[in-house]
DNA sequence: AAAAGATTTAATCATTTGATTAAAAACAAA
DNA sequence: TTTGTTTTTAATCAAATGATTAAATCTTTT
């Protein structure tokens, strides 16, 4: 018997520009002959392999929600760092990745936002943010305040200018090379001012 | 010649129901028959009112993004507040207005991610984040750290909740009254932080 | 009331779009 | 080479969708 034995590489291309165009345009404004035009392969192409462009989107979508949560995942459930060591590796982690893929947050946020039903419960994040030794040693620290407000302050510190890259960029505030100039003395400033947060 | 007499309250309800819809699934997912079923119209009438879907979308858009850089123009601009003074009126109006147009960041952001070359310099954001009287007051403050830092923090602080609320829902961290009562803790908690953050 | 104009409706169009099909081409096994 | 299998292509389909049209209804003016 003959092992199916598809070219990985026409799959791999088709998955490779169905992550660009999804997370550039989104799911809905997304034609799966744009799809197909930036992979360079016939559209039918794109069925034979996925049998649907929704299929093909859950694929995508169930990449970039693990890139994006999965960040910090491991940082936040050690027992072995301390707070302020922890905050330093989320915000280095968050900034370092999305510097790469800086489309992302939005995308994951937006199509949440356009089918929430469709996410349920599959989004972990929930634990991460409730659950997690990280949130122990912020409620030891400070008991009086609820620690998801120091888990929003350090994310979206962290996350925020990428969100708002399209806009920075159309008003002409900042270019790509100055986003990452920015966001890398971030790193440093956000970790500091977590710190006075905290005593504050 | 007898004046053109339109019912505005078919006008306004075809408008409304795009405000609706639009804000809540984007353009792309928007089809006209959502907005038409929505309003309780015949299809044909959002035509005959708005000309096309990217007509009626453009009206919208303007709008929304008047109600998101609006908020802060008066504020940043003012000569009689001081630096405090103006973030804690930052903080408060977006708030407040957010509380009751919570998916109105993620909307504007995602289309304009959708579409930069459309908004092209039609966002006078980028003035108020660059030449305002605040980033002057900033700059005054501590001339040693970009004043786009601050700002981000701030409208960061603020905004970032409402543009993961999706998120927070569907993980099952938060549902809508935990997260006004959340945000609403944070307009004193954030000044707060700003001004430890200013002197740090 | 009659005429003129504005608004609304049902039906229909043309295009786009996701998907399928049948045949061709490429490849592997014998 | 021959045979069988996988991959690719061009052509086509059916449904969805933005838009238009022509007729019907309602409103205003005279």
Redesign the interface.
Same mark, same amino acid.
């Given at each position: 018997m003959v092992l199916k034995n598809k070219d990985a590489s026409t799959e791999e291309k088709i998955k490779e520009a169905a992550r660009t165009v999804f997370t550039?345009?989104?799911? #809905?404004?997304t034609r799966t002959r744009d799809i197909a035009e930036e992979a360079g392969i016939n559209l039918a192409l794109l069925n034979y392999y996925f049998r649907s462009k929704e299929k093909l989107f859950e694929l995508v979508m169930a990449e970039k929600v693990s890139e994006l949560f999965g960040v910090i995942a491991p940082i936040v459930n050690s027992k072995k760092t301390s707070l302020d060591e922890k905050v330093t590796l989320i915000v280095d982690a968050y900034i370092t990745m999305l510097s790469q893929n800086p489309?992302l947050p939005?995308f =994951?946020? #937006?199509e949440?936002?356009?089918n !929430?039903e469709h996410?349920?419960?599959r989004?972990? $994040? @929930?634990k991460l943010?409730?659950e997690s030794f990280f949130v122990k040693q912020l409620i030891e620290k400070r008991p009086d305040?609820?620690p998801?407000?120091f888990i929003?302050?350090i994310?979206?510190?962290s996350?925020? !200018?990428f969100?708002?890259k !399209? =806009?920075l960029?159309? $008003? @002409? =505030?900042m270019n790509s090379d100055q986003l990452n100039e920015?966001t890398e003395?971030?790193k440093i400033?956000i970790v500091?001012?977590f710190? =006075?947060?905290i005593? $504050?």
């Open positions: 550039q345009k989104g799911y #809905s404004a489309g939005l =994951v946020l #937006s949440i936002r356009n !929430p996410f349920g419960n989004i972990q $994040a @929930g943010l409730t305040i609820h998801l407000h929003v302050n994310l979206s510190m996350i925020f !200018p969100i708002t !399209p =806009v960029e159309s $008003a @002409g =505030v920015f003395e971030r400033l500091k001012w710190k =006075v947060m005593e $504050a």
